[in-house]
């Protein structure tokens, strides 16, 4: 299995820019003929307190990104806003080699004026049971039960985190690892780049969440998996 997470630079609200920028990103990631291509979380609207209109946008990017999934033959996983009712949720979808959608996860981790997730799925492919998480979900005791329930090979966590006050990233690389232990599953991690100064970067932690590989600001992680 080889897995290709991209840092991708997002755009708040310019979803041409981000389209063509996932795209690219794409193109880039298929040289290295991954199974799986992951992307951060809402990479291709961006997100900004409390502007939802990029949900509008939620079908045409399914149909958009299923069809570079078919046309490929390989597996993505990307996070995007989601309408529902009179809320949104904030969701991250498994898109399967045939352009089919085979997972999708709603963020528990999310404040008011959205809507929050209350269970975890996990699919089944060629290498074994994947589950998906997003962001804060990494810090959140429900979502780690489920977790442990589910028993998945591998989870992939889409993230948006930006850095604000004392961040040091050192010690939030750290402290996601021993949050991936908690988990006790193999834990793919890639951050956008660009938004609010995010930090970008992706990450693979073992079980017992010592860091495998990581990547810095836009760069490519390739991972494969012998």
Avoid at 17 to 35: G, I, M, S, T, V
Avoid at 65 to 79: C, H, I, M, Q, T
Avoid at 126 to 143: M, S
Avoid at 199 to 206: E, P, R
Wanted: proline residues 4%; aromatic residues 14%; charged residues 30%.
């Amino acid at each position: 299995m080889k897995v290709a997470l991209i840092p991708m630079r997002v755009e708040v609200g310019n979803f041409k820019a981000n389209w063509d920028e996932f795209k690219k990103r794409f193109n880039e990631a298929l040289k290295h003929e991954p199974d799986f291509v992951v992307f951060p979380e809402y990479c291709l609207t961006g997100f900004e307190e409390w502007d939802f209109r990029g949900a509008k946008l939620y079908d045409e990017i399914v149909g958009r990104v299923s069809e570079l999934a078919r046309e490929n033959g390989v597996y993505v996983v990307f996070g995007l806003l989601e309408p529902y009712k009179n809320c949104v949720y904030n969701s991250a979808l498994l898109i399967g080699r045939n352009g089919e959608v085979l997972l999708k996860h709603r963020k528990f981790q999310e404040p008011m004026k959205f809507c929050t997730g209350n269970t975890v799925k996990t699919a089944q492919t060629e290498f074994g049971k994947v589950a998906i998480i997003i962001c804060g979900d990494l810090y959140n005791k429900r979502i780690a039960k489920w977790i442990r329930r589910k028993r998945p090979d591998y989870v992939f966590m889409p993230m948006d985190r930006s850095p604000w006050g004392d961040f040091n990233l050192a010690e939030e690389v750290d402290d996601m690892g021993r949050r991936v232990a908690l988990l006790g599953v193999r834990t793919f991690i890639v951050n956008s780049f660009g938004h609010w100064d995010s930090f970008g970067g992706a990450w693979f932690f073992d079980r017992d969440g010592t860091l495998l590989a990581e990547s810095k600001r836009d760069e490519l992680l390739v991972w494969e998996e012998k």
